[in-house]
C-alpha cells in the first residue's frame, strides 16, 4: 500500500470539495482550482477528509494511488494557504526590481531581461537581491520561479547568479598557475 496514498486529504475549515465523476474543483478563501484526475482512481469526500483508493495492485494503479493523493492534497493547501518561493540574487551590480507587474531584471547583460508573471501567480523585490513567488497553484508557482532563475543560474567559481533560498552551491577551486 502506498504510504502516501493511504493517507486521508484533511478539509480545512473554509474550503469546499466538489466531486463530479474524476473531475475536482477545490474552492477556497485565496481562490478556485480545478483538475481532472485518473478516473481509474477511485475518489471519496467523506465529511472532512478526502479518501483516495485503488481498484488493484497494477504498477499503473500504484503509480497513480499516490500521484493523485499528492495533487488533490497540493490543490486544498493551495487555495487555503497558497504557495511561496524566494530566491536570491548574488553578484556586484546584479538587482531586480518591479515595474508595473513586471519583473525587471539586471543580471550581468547589456540589456535588462523583463519577465511577465503568469496569471494568478505573483511576484514581489524585497530590496534588490531577494525575490518572492507567490500563488495558489504549487507547479505554477515552481514552474515561475524556476524561468526566473534560468535568466543567470548560479555559477560555481564566485558564486554569482540567481539562486533558490536554502540551494546549496558547491563551490570550485579557480585554475592555479603552477
Not at 63 to 91: D, P, Q, W
Not at 98 to 121: A, E, F, M, T, W
Amino acid at each position: 500500500m502506498s504510504r502516501i496514498g493511504k493517507l486521508p486529504v484533511v478539509i480545512p475549515a473554509g474550503v469546499k470539495c466538489e466531486l463530479s465523476g474524476s473531475h475536482l474543483k477545490v474552492t477556497g478563501p485565496k481562490g478556485t482550482l480545478a483538475a481532472s484526475l485518473s478516473p481509474e482512481i477511485n475518489i471519496a469526500v467523506e465529511g472532512d477528509v478526502i479518501v483516495v483508493t485503488r481498484p488493484s495492485d497494477k504498477i499503473e494503479h500504484r503509480a497513480l494511488h499516490g500521484l493523485t493523493r499528492a495533487l488533490i492534497n497540493n490543490m486544498v493547501v493551495g487555495v487555503s494557504e497558497g504557495y511561496k518561493k524566494t530566491l536570491l540574487i548574488e553578484g556586484t551590480g546584479y538587482r531586480a526590481s518591479i515595474q508595473g507587474k513586471n519583473l525587471n531584471l539586471q543580471v550581468g547583460y547589456s540589456h535588462p531581461v523583463v519577465i511577465v508573471p503568469r496569471d494568478g501567480i505573483t511576484v514581489e523585490v524585497e530590496g534588490t537581491q531577494t525575490i518572492h513567488v507567490t500563488g495558489i497553484d504549487k507547479q505554477q508557482v515552481g514552474q515561475m520561479a524556476a524561468e526566473i532563475r534560468k535568466m543567470r543560474p548560479v555559477e560555481p567559481y564566485k558564486g554569482k547568479g540567481i539562486r533558490y533560498e536554502g540551494e546549496y552551491v558547491l563551490r570550485k577551486e579557480s585554475k592555479s598557475g603552477a
